[in-house]
């Protein structure tokens, strides 16, 4: 597609629950990343992706936080456990190969625990 | 570690009027890229302007232009001839080369008022 499609828009769960986000990136984007942007407007880059392989996961919670990009199939955050503070907007951006200067986002999606 | 400071919480100007957002950061790299983002309340992030710090010349877009200081690591983007529809959250953000992320500013609010 010519845009960044995010699924679902809003997610809302319970303490302790697992949530699960969705990205499509750009047909022909080779890099996928995950940003979460918390109530209070400041962003944080979670993971990247150059095709199904990790880039980067500098900014992984890895006790509770895994994605995975495979063929085919959507891109995907998962949260384990969700607490409180996992309550932000998470966007997902694409690029071309060689041009991660040029991201495009998603719309977001927004969590909501409770 | 590379940062980006916004100083500015919140601005407020009035509608045609000229307004300047502020931005610094900070890194021992020679090459990088530079953003603008706008998010209106939809949370869209949108791609404003675009400077990469091996070309001396300053961006523009329309009435959107930007003022690099790369001694100063300084990037400030200048908005003439304001307009409602610039009322925003705007993001400065930074691109180390190699590294496929993006690293942003605490953001600033601009209210255009009629």
């Known amino acids: 597609g010519e845009e960044v499609a995010q699924t679902p828009k809003h997610l809302v769960r319970g303490e302790g629950q697992k949530a699960k986000l969705y990205c499509a990136p750009i047909k022909g984007h080779s890099y996928v990343f995950w940003y979460q942007q918390v109530l209070k407007n400041e962003f944080k880059f979670l993971i990247s992706?150059?095709?199904?392989?990790?880039?980067?996961e500098t900014g992984m919670p890895k006790e509770r936080f895994s994605a995975k990009c495979l063929p085919n199939s959507p891109c995907s955050l998962e949260i384990q456990a969700t607490k409180l503070e996992d309550s932000a907007v998470y966007f997902c951006a694409s690029s071309q190969f060689r041009k991660a200067y040029e991201q495009y986002f998603g719309p977001g999606t927004r969590l909501t625990v409770t | 570690a590379q940062t980006v400071t916004q100083s500015q919480p919140e601005m407020s100007v009035q509608e045609a009027e000229t307004v300047t957002l502020s931005c610094t950061y900070d890194?021992?790299?020679?090459?990088?890229?530079l953003f603008w983002y706008k998010q209106p309340p939809s949370r869209q992030m949108i791609l404003v302007i675009r400077q990469e710090a091996y070309k001396q010349q300053n961006a523009t877009e329309n009435r959107f232009s930007v003022n690099f200081q790369k001694a100063a690591k300084s990037f400030s983007l200048k908005i003439s001839d304001s307009q409602l529809g610039d009322t925003a959250m705007y993001f400065c953000?930074?691109?180390?080369?190699?590294?496929?992320?993006?690293?942003f500013g605490q953001g600033t609010r601009l209210t255009i008022n009629p």
């Open positions: 992706f150059q095709n199904e392989n990790v880039f980067d």
């Open positions: 953000a930074f691109t180390p080369p190699g590294a496929q992320k993006l690293v």
């Open positions: 890194t021992s790299e020679n090459n990088y890229y």
